[in-house]
């Protein structure tokens, strides 16, 4: 067996560029594609500061989907979900992106009422969306427990049947790939320690392999972006905590959508390799330490055998953390920073996976033209001074 | 499993608490004098830093007593407050 071939190039660093990327994960890659597919920015470094994708973009749980319920969420979310339709044939590269169909659980009136309202705010906005009843329920996913007798009885279901999951790393290696074409230097091993600010303008990046010059600087960096943010003295309303995920031993197919719960706190889905891939919420305190604690996992266990008796002997074959930046409304922030040519891109929080092409997509513009992309403009940082709050806690919940 | 110091009940697992985020953060003392911006930092702005963190947690399984807790955010080594 021969190696294969490198997908892209490991390139050092040149003394300058039009736009340094800081980040090398799915948002930085999807950013850097974008700046040359739809810009014609080519000048453009991606800097990582350990592998490329090898933060949260190895450690979500892949799950897709737009049924947000406020507008302005459903339009970035929808704009990336039709992103994915077309990304395997544009990247030429099979992302096993997966429309399977995405059902989130409602187990009290509460819940019946705030799914029925978020199905009809999406057929408003566009957004494919249906509720189904219990029995409906259980006809689209037969191993859910729908009995009346259980601890939090499943009484119906949003359904977004063009949400599904792809695989993370293909992503990352198609839009790396793609983007290294373009020319676009791709360094890894390169992290960002501070940055040259001269008359309120980002004029570089200093980093462990020496300065860069830079036209524009544009963070995409998850959980770290508030350490960064803070070496250029702007200071950002994020919390960074751990987010757990786990992955069962491998088995035959036997879940074929992804099942979400708010209430009893857990998503499942099934990767096309046969692991069960779960998730929850995030560890409560704030962290940087990219692990979690166990009674997290012991709770999410609980809560997916209550929903899936099936699985009660399935065994866990692997847990992890990634750290996530959490904003006050639960909705990214994008777009300008009080520091000229310095932009900014976080707040995805539990959430971003969805969004990476919609995310480059909208970030790539910002960045070009200096200006917030459209779909960017409520999503910008002023929101928390001007109090217009995105407040997608409720759309969003545990499970994003 | 964080095992925090309680200062009525001792030692005890992280999962009788609830987390309270940054510690000291202050009503603002003329809240009408405010701009805009510093009413943001009140709500919404909380330092987030890579390393010691002064942070309060709430024994809700226990005494209910709030306390502040000095924990690094990498390691989660927990010491007495300085």
């Given at each position: 067996m021969t190696h294969p071939d490198f997908l892209w190039r490991d390139p050092d660093p040149k003394p300058s560029y039009d736009v340094v990327i800081v980040g090398g994960g799915g948002h930085g890659l999807a950013t850097a594609y974008y700046l040359a597919a739809?810009?014609?920015?080519?000048n453009v470094a991606v800097l990582e500061?350990?592998?490329?994708?090898?933060g949260n973009m190895a450690r979500n749980t892949t799950i897709i989907r737009s049924n947000y319920l406020w507008d302005e969420s459903a339009a970035i979310y929808e704009h990336s979900l039709k992103l994915w339709e077309g990304l395997s044939e544009e990247l030429d590269y099979?992302?096993?992106?997966?429309?399977?169909g995405v059902l989130n659980l409602a187990h009290s009136l509460g819940d019946v009422r705030e799914g029925r309202r978020r199905v009809n705010a999406n057929r408003l906005n566009g957004v494919d969306a249906e509720w189904l009843d219990a029995d409906e329920v259980r006809k689209f996913c037969p191993i859910v427990n729908v009995s009346s007798s259980a601890r939090h009885p499943v009484l119906g279901a949003t359904l977004q049947r063009r949400g599904g999951i792809a695989k993370h790393d293909h992503v990352a290696w198609a839009l790396a790939r793609k983007a290294d074409a373009y020319g676009i230097d791709l360094i890894q091993g390169c992290e960002v320690t501070g940055f040259d600010i001269e008359g309120g303008r980002v004029r570089a990046v200093r980093t462990s392999r020496g300065r860069i010059a830079a036209g524009k600087v544009a963070l995409a960096s998850a959980g770290h972006t508030s350490v960064l943010a803070e070496r250029a003295g702007i200071p950002l309303p994020l919390q960074s905590h751990p987010l757990q995920a786990l992955v069962s031993e491998l088995l035959e197919p036997v879940l074929d959508c992804v099942v979400m719960s708010n209430a009893v706190h857990v998503y499942v889905s099934q990767a096309h390799k046969g692991e069960l891939v779960m998730g929850a919420g995030i560890d409560a305190y704030n962290s940087y330490g990219q692990r979690g604690a166990f009674h997290v996992i012991e709770a999410q266990m609980a809560a997916a055998l209550e929903l899936?008796?099936?699985?009660?002997r399935v065994r866990v074959l692997r847990t992890w953390a990634g750290i996530v930046d959490v904003s006050p409304d639960a909705s990214p922030i994008i777009g300008r920073t009080p520091v000229e040519g310095l932009y900014v891109n976080a707040g995805w929080g539990t959430g971003g996976f969805k969004a990476t092409p919609g995310s480059g997509w909208v970030y790539a513009h910002t960045i070009a033209h200096d200006e917030p992309h459209p779909l960017a403009v409520p999503f910008a940082l002023e929101r928390f001074t001007t109090g217009a709050l995105i407040d997608e806690h409720g759309a969003a919940a545990v499970a994003h | 499993m964080l095992l925090i110091d309680c200062p009525h009940c001792g030692p005890r697992d992280e999962n009788e608490f609830r987390y309270g985020g940054q510690?000291?953060?202050?009503?603002?003392?003329?809240?009408?004098?405010?701009t805009d911006d510093e009413w943001a930092g009140y709500v919404f702005r909380r330092d987030n830093p890579k390393g010691w963190f002064h942070e309060r947690w709430f024994h809700a399984h226990g005494c209910r007593v709030w306390l502040t807790v000095e924990r690094h955010t990498v390691t989660h080594e927990i010491r007495k407050p300085r």
């Open positions: 739809n810009h014609g920015l080519t500061k350990g592998w490329l994708a090898g099979d992302l096993m992106f997966s429309q399977r899936f008796p099936i699985f009660s | 510690a000291g953060i202050a009503y603002p003392e003329r809240p009408a004098e405010l």
